[in-house]
Nanobody, 117 residues
Framework: QVQLVESGGGLVQSGGSLRLSCAAS????????MGWYRQAPGKQRELVAT???????NYADSVKGRFTISRDNAKNTVYLQMNSLKPKDTAVYYC???????????WGQGTQVTVSS
């Protein structure tokens, strides 16, 4: 089992940047595919970006070219660098981990990102 703790959210003006971090503990980090999802008020949770155990990445069309997901297996941490933020990026951002041996999925508690216009 893995525990996930997100940090780095906050309030930023449109066009600004934030970097989210998700620290994992309790298991072997390198066997987990990691991802970031977000949920805006009144909307369903949606995928933002994922990174596999080998480092391959995938992004939602809405964030391509602006967001970058990365992982540091030595620090058991996954990051989401968010640039050129827009008000529509406002949401609670959740870290997700999938154990690639058991396919069990885990979620963090979420961190709020608010982009003002």
């Amino acid at each position: 089992q893995v525990q996930l703790v997100e940090s780095g959210g906050g309030l930023v003006q449109s066009g600004g940047s934030l970097r989210l971090s998700c620290a994992a503990s309790g298991s072997i980090f390198s066997i987990y595919a990691m991802g970031w999802y977000r949920q805006a008020p009144g909307k369903q949770r949606e995928l933002v970006a994922t990174i596999t155990t080998s480092g391959s990445t995938n992004y939602a069309d809405s964030v391509k070219g602006r967001f970058t997901i990365s992982r540091d297996n030595a620090k058991n941490t996954v990051y989401l660098q968010m640039n050129s933020l827009k008000p529509k990026d406002t949401a609670v951002y959740y870290c997700n981990a999938v154990n690639m041996r058991t396919m069990q999925r885990y979620w963090g508690q979420g961190t709020q990102v608010t982009v003002s216009s």
